[in-house]
T-cell receptor, first 115, second 109 residues
């Protein structure tokens, strides 16, 4: 099976702009989670989508939003970019069942730099 | 989700077993122990997980103490490619992953 893919891999934006990142999960996986990784804060959970609905949400401001399409592909959007939004944004997919455990498989990430 | 405590860094000689400890003294009965690793600038990679029993797969073994308050990840024959940050995570079955700072494992020739 193909792994999780994220596009673009690298992005440079200016403060105040908005950005959209894309994630294609492993075929058959219905859950997509997003994480932000910075040197100072480490890996932090943003939100999880399952069957086009947000199922879990981390502690991030409303400038960070996401959505999931019927084919399980997901996008996350950051509006009014700040310098502190510079980070590696990681997407993880899993089967996302409602019971039992499920492993999350991560993509390579999108490196966002805000200038 | 329960918090975990891991050593900041560890060294291991190539070809030897790497034993990475993790304390999770406040773990609840329905929480699983997961291990991930992250090689520099790549996405985290799932290694193994367990609830009560010891687990083994092609990558590693997971030893969980009987009281479930600690666990050890064992890489049986470490290679240079195993140099990475290893994260021990405790989570409920549907909970999101809460990453700590992990253990930076350096495998040396």
């Amino acid at each position: 099976k193909a792994g999780v893919t994220q596009t673009p891999r690298y992005l440079i934006k200016t403060r105040g702009q908005q950005v959209t990142l894309s994630c294609s999960p492993i075929s058959g996986h219905r859950s997509v989670s997003w994480y932000q990784q910075t040197p100072g804060q480490g890996l932090q959970f943003l939100f999880e989508y399952f069957s086009e609905t947000q199922r879990n949400k981390g502690n991030f401001p409303g400038r960070f939003s996401g959505r999931q399409f019927s084919n399980s592909r997901s996008e996350m959007n950051v509006s009014t970019l700040e310098l502190g939004d510079s980070a590696l944004y990681l997407c993880a997919s899993s089967s996302g069942g409602t019971s039992g455990t499920y492993e999350q498989y991560f993509g390579p990430g999108t490196r966002l730099t805000v200038t | 989700d329960a918090k975990t405590t891991q050593p900041t860094s560890m060294d291991c000689a190539e070809g030897r077993a790497a034993n990475l400890p993790c304390n999770h003294s406040t773990i609840s009965g329905n929480e699983y122990v997961y291990w991930y690793r992250q090689i520099h600038s790549q996405g985290p990679q799932y290694i193994i997980h367990g609830l009560k029993n010891n687990e083994t797969n092609e990558m590693a073994s997971l030893i969980i103490t009987e009281d479930r308050k600690s666990s050890t990840l064992i890489l049986p024959h470490a290679t240079l490619r195993d140099t990475a940050v290893y994260y021990c995570i405790v989570r409920r079955s549907q909970g999101n992953l809460i990453f700590g700072k992990g253990t930076k494992l350096s495998v040396k020739p």
